[in-house]
């Protein structure tokens, strides 16, 4: 699962990483990015990638007023479900991130980790979009989830799942506008190397979706969780 992240990717930054061509608006700014918010997404059009906004939640266009938005969408079901059979299909987006959260469980108490790449290098959460409308109610929404798989040995300890991760090429095949076979999709779909991030604790301040600051993923501990050396893998 993931149900919190950060974004505080800067324009050029994001360009830079994800090889933008266009900005609709300023990038979301967040340490602390709940499901509910808007969050910066990077979709293709006209071979172009550009960098939107869509609300964390997916609803579904046939979905009725006061639906509550699909956050995550397993990949394992992706072309299953109703709910994310034609996003996938039709409407793949990229979701940028800065870093990650997750909890582990000790005895009675839950402990947030940041969670990031050992490059520092920004990360990229593959996503699917709707756009649901209601011309009754003069409403119009445009939502995402994160998919998730299978958590590889090295997230296990903290959580079962974990954010499906896209490098390139995947990235621009995951992008593509063509209809591409649902089969190949999910051939992308995988957990993260387990050598690829690290992590460390933070304070308990994040576990309030109304906490929002640059101490949110500061180490509790003197020093960083070091990178492990094992076999790459992929990410849920």
Known sequence: ??????????????????????SEGSPVQGYNLAPGRDISVIVQAHEQ???????????????KPGFRG????????????????????????LIPASGLYEWKTEGRRKMPFYILSTTGRPLAFAGIWETWENPELNLRKHS?????????????????????????????FWLSEEQ??????????????????????????VNSTHADAPELIRPESPSPEPPTTRQLDLFD
């Open 180 to 205: 591409l076979p649902a089969e190949k999709l999910l051939e992308w779909l995988r957990p993260g190397p387990e050598d690829f991030l690290q992590r460390w604790p933070v304070s308990v301040a």
């Open 70 to 93: 699909l956050i995550n969408a397993r990949a394992e079901t992706l072309a299953e479900k109703p709910a994310f059979r034609q996003a996938l299909r039709r409407r793949r987006c």
């Open 1 to 22: 699962m993931c149900g919190r992240f950060v974004q505080t990717l800067d324009e050029a930054s994001l360009h830079s990483a994800f090889s933008l061509h266009l």
């Open 49 to 63: 990638r550009v960098l939107e906004r869509r609300e964390w939640g997916l609803v579904p266009q046939w979905a």
């Open 144 to 172: 995402v989830a994160i998919i998730t798989v299978a958590a590889n040995a090295w997230m296990r300890p903290l959580h079962e799942r974990m954010p499906a991760l896209l490098e390139e090429p995947q990235r621009s």
